[in-house]
Structures are given as C-alpha cells and as structure tokens.
C-alpha cells in the first residue's frame, strides 16, 4: 500500500504512458486522488502504432484498438479530457489545466490544481514544417483523427505521396498499397529506414516497396506543397527542380516533443524532459515517461529519448517505482531496459532492439527459413544493438544478452 488519501497525483498526457501510471498507481494499492489530464484529443487511450497499420488498413476499428479503462480499486480518479495542463507553477506545486472550449461555449481561465507529485507523459506530436500545415489534401500522422481523417479519403482511391521513410513514412506507404493505392514514397536519404537499420536492412526495405509496386524517389527533398485550386491535387515541388501531383499526401517527418508548457519551471527542456536515471526531474516530486523522458541509460552510459509504444509503458512503471521508492525512503533505482521497437510492413514484421548510435561494425547474416537480412551491431566488438525481419527469437535473444551483458559491467556501451 503506497500514499495515502489526502495526497494528489496529477498525470499529465491520456496516452499508454498516462494510462500506465494510472493503473500502476493503482495496482500498488494507492488511495488517493488522480487527475488525469489527458489532453486535447478527446479520445479514450488506444494503440497508436494500430494507425498506421490496421487501423488505416481498415482491419480494426476505433472500439478495437481502445486500452482498457484503468480499475479504480482505491484511488479517487479524475479524468480532464480534451483538456491539458497548461503552465507549471513550480513554487506552489500546482499546474494549471485549462480545458478546450467548442463552438459557442465560454472560453475557460482553467484551474490551478496543486500536486504532491506530477508523472509528465505528453509525449510528442507531429512534425509539419511551416507552409506545409493546413492545406486541404496534405496530412500527417499521431492521432486517431489524423488516421480517420486519411481513412475517409481512401473510398476516393487517391493518388498518394508518402513523404519521409522513417517508421510511420514506410509504414503507411506499405499500408496505403496494401489498400490498393498508388503510391509514391519521398526519401530524403539514400534508402528508408537507412538511419535506423543501416543499410543492409535500409535496402531489404526498398526492394519489399518496390516488389509490392511502390514508386520511390531516393535522395529527394520536398521544397514547397501548394493546392492547385479548391478541389484539385496537391502539387509537390523538389530540390532537384522535379514536380508531381497528387490527390492524398502523408507527412511522416517525425514527431516533436510536448513539453513547451512547462516552460519556466526551472526544468531541462532541452530535449524532450530531462531527469536522472530513475526518471526524476530537477524537481524531486515530477517525473517524466514515455517519448517526452529524456534520461541517461545506465547500460549505454548516455542520455536518450526512445520513442517507441514499449518503453512508454515500461518507464511509466518504473516511475511510479521511483516515487514510491522516494516515500518510503528507499534510493530509486536506474531505469536500464534495453529499447525495443517493431515495425510491421507488408506482412513483414522488423524488429529491433538495443542502441545502435555510434555502433562501429555491422554483421549482416541472414535468419530463418525465409533467409531474411538479421544485422548485429557492434561497438568496439560489444554488441549494441540488433535488427531482424520475422525473427522474434533471435531478436529476443540478443536482446537478453545486450541486457544481461550491460549489467555485468554498467556502461559498458558508453561511446
Ligand atoms: C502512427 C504511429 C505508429 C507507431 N508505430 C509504432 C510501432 O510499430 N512500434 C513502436 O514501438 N512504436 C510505434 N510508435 C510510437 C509509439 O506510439 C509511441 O512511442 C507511444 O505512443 C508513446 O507514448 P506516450 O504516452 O509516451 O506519448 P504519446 O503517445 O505521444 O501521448 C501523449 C499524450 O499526451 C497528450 N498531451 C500532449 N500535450 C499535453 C498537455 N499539455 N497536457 C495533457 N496532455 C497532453 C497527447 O494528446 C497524447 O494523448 C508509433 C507512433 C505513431 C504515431
């Protein structure tokens, strides 16, 4: 039994994160009051990696991909929605949360709620440069309304444009064909994927989009979208003077951290939240999880951001243990789970665990029956990290190693 009645817990951001901290708190038996504020999209939790594959897909439905409602076996919960906090006031303990206000409604002042603790899990949002945003036709990819916005347009069988091959990029490229759609893929880099797999794997990527009839154009930057008239296609300029037109267009240019409002709380917001090791920030009562925590790893020996469903629910535990820890007088201890993501494309599943930044080797062997590309990544002859295509198994195994290995000799993999 942790905490008592009289206490209040304000959890910041309404997605696996948030969700996690709430029934955790809740799991070990807390009693007192939780606000949680789970921002401006007004949607129960759900599976946010579902969007760019089922979801879009048309395999599951919204009700489908919903987390389960967090139980309330003590704690008092309460649930802001389509509300966000809104500033920190870091002298009080109080954050203000202010709420969104529909059409013909009065604009709310908000209300200042003060905490005991407060668990930051606002996660991140989509990256749409400036001159791209807010043309009809053009969209990007976080949110379920983003996913069900890009779904109604598929009945219309648009031409599409993928820009950017990272995760969501190939992903929605992979789904949008499997949809039956023409699609063109934008990579700025030589090959998708290449900054995350290397290029062994980057190529295995190309060729499954090309086999599965996706035009690419390598090396390319989108320079200007314009609309070429109310209902007509989008025009899509690029860096190497080329141009071309297209009914639907997907941004995947990567996400951006949501930690602007708490600006002025004395906090480091240099990238993402920073805390320490057990996810404590300066202020010892407010504790980040998920893609917004930017904290040292203690295997790799330096500071980073995952951005990956896993670790969200991971840390998310592990900062509730460390407040805990900091009630009952116990030192917290390090978060050190080894980053895991997957990605699944074309009835392919990639999977990829460990840190490779700053890995000096690759080893590219093939695994399985299929004989699919497994690299290994090494760093002055340790392995960091590795990557697998349907390999659950090899991948789960290095994963194993990389941690145990790690431990033995904690930072071991610094750079
Ligand atoms: C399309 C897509 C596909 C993905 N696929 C995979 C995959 O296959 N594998 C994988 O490992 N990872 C995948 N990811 C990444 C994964 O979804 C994220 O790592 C995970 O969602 C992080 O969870 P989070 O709770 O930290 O943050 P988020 O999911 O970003 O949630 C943050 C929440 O905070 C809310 N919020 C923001 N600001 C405020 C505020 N000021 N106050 C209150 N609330 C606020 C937001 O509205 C949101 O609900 C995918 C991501 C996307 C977008």
Not at 68 to 81: F, M, T, Y
Not at 109 to 126: H, K, N, Q, S, Y
Not at 140 to 158: F, V
């Amino acid at each position: 039994m942790v905490g008592n009645t009289s206490k209040t817990i304000v959890v910041a951001g309404g997605s696996l994160a948030g969700h996690t901290v709430v029934t955790e708190l809740d799991r070990r038996g807390f009693t007192g009051e939780v606000v949680w504020v789970r921002g401006p999209e007004g949607t129960a939790p759900y599976s946010r990696p579902a969007l760019s594959k089922e979801l879009i897909q048309g395999k599951v439905t919204r009700d489908e991909i919903r987390l389960p409602a967090p139980k309330e076996h003590g704690l008092r919960l309460r649930i802001a929605d389509r509300a966000v906090c809104a500033r920190l006031d870091p002298d009080a303990d109080r954050v203000l949360i202010t709420r969104e206000t529909g059409a013909g409604e009065e604009p709310s002042d908000g209300e200042w709620i003060p905490f005991d603790a407060l668990f930051v899990c606002t996660g991140m949002r989509a990256r749409v440069p400036q001159g791209f945003a807010g043309l009809p036709g053009v969209h990007c990819l976080r949110t379920l309304a983003d996913a069900e916005r890009i779904r109604e347009r598929l009945a219309g069988r648009p031409r599409t444009v993928v820009v950017g091959a990272g995760l969501v990029g190939s992903e929605m490229a992979a789904s949008l064909r499997s949809c039956g759609l023409p699609v063109e893929l934008v990579v700025q880099g030589r090959l998708p994927m290449e900054p995350v797999f290397d290029a062994e794997l980057g190529r295995f990527c190309l060729d499954q989009h090309h086999a599965h009839g996706v035009t690419t154009r390598l090396l390319t930057t989108v320079t200007g979208l314009s609309a070429a008239g109310p209902d007509g296609p989008v025009v899509l300029t690029f860096d190497d003077g080329g141009e071309t037109t297209a009914d639907l267009v997907v941004l995947g240019l990567g996400a951006v951290t949501a930690c602007d409002w708490l600006r002025g709380g004395g906090l480091d917001l240099s990238d993402g939240l920073g805390c320490d090791e057990a996810l404590r920030t300066a202020r010892p009562n407010i504790f980040a999880a998920g893609d917004v925590a930017n904290w040292r790893h203690p295997l790799f020996g330096r500071r980073m951001r995952v951005e990956h469903w896993s670790n969200a629910s991971a840390q998310a535990r592990h900062a509730v243990e460390s407040w805990q820890a900091g009630q009952e007088g116990r030192e917290p201890s390090a978060f050190a789970d080894v980053p895991y993501f997957w990605s699944d494309q074309y009835g392919l599943k990639y999977q990829m665990v460990g840190h490779a930044r700053g890995y000096d080797e690759v080893r590219v062997e093939t695994a399985g029956a299929a004989g699919y590309p497994f690299a290994t990544y090494f760093r002055e002859g340790r392995v960091v990290a590795a990557a697998g295509v349907n390999a659950p198994r090899a991948v789960m195994r290095m994963k194993a190693r990389i941690q145990s290995e790690g431990m033995t000799s904690q930072g071991a993999y610094a750079t």
